[in-house]
């Protein structure tokens, strides 16, 4: 794909939102307008989640604002569109990682199949691309999947962003898997995951190093 040109929307957390950055031009989308011609903008809410609470939280725009809700006032026209979340569904969500039947947004599967569906039918001319979380401090490995919310690993949830796009040929750039930079090791948490979950503004350049590098190649 030659990107210099193109409209990206960009659909996430406090990632997208730009916590953990010096300056807003450092956050990862921004610099696709920066370095490469495009028009961006950002739909970055922090503490949001893709699947809905099923018990009220103490953040309440956390549980009205899940991804879904906030299509419908995205820009109606875009050359590509970016959804980057999972990481709060894993962290704070009571919303269960649930099944592929799953077709409620109270379930992380549920929600993953409606939002799909969603941006698919807003956006059918679009290249839909979706991206895993990353690495985080606390993200309980595999090996020890004793969840302290609701749905065992994050790598759960990384498959299960990867199981769902698939049905719909939806592409995704797996963070969790390319990006080898793993905030439970000091010297890369210092680097560029300082708080363990939000990437600075080297952490930010990275997921834009990935981010470009998978679009060029779609």
């Known amino acids: 794909m030659i990107l210099k040109n193109k409209k990206m929307l960009f659909l996430g957390d406090s990632i997208t939102f730009g916590v953990g950055v010096s300056n807003p031009d450092n956050i ?8 490469d011609g ?40 875009a050359d590509v569109v970016v959804v980057f979340g999972g990481t709060n569904d894993f962290g704070h969500g009571d919303a ?21 569906i969603a941006l698919m ?9 979706f991206m895993t979380p990353a690495h985080r401090c606390g993200e309980v490995k595999p090996a020890d999947d004793i969840s302290p919310t609701n749905g065992g690993s994050l790598q759960k949830y990384v498959d299960a962003i990867i199981e769902v796009a698939a049905v719909y040929d939806i592409a995704v750039l797996d963070l969790y898997r390319v990006w080898d930079i793993d905030p439970e090791i000091p010297e890369m948490k210092q680097r560029y995951i300082p708080d363990g979950l939000h990437p600075n503004d080297d952490g930010h350049w990275e997921i834009y190093r990935q981010l470009k590098g998978f679009l060029e190649g779609l």
């Open 28 to 35: 990862y989308w921004k610099r696709f307008s920066i370095n």
């Open 38 to 77: 495009c028009l961006t903008k950002g739909y970055g809410i922090s503490g949001t989640r893709i699947a809905a609470n099923i018990n009220p939280s103490i953040y309440p725009e956390d549980d009205d604002l899940y991804f879904i809700t906030r299509v419908p006032s995205m820009d109606a026209d």
């Open 96 to 116: 269960p990682l649930g099944s592929m039947t799953d077709r409620e947004n109270t379930s992380f599967y549920g929600a993953l199949h409606n939002l799909m």
């Open 121 to 129: 039918e807003k956006y059918p001319q679009a290249k839909i691309v």
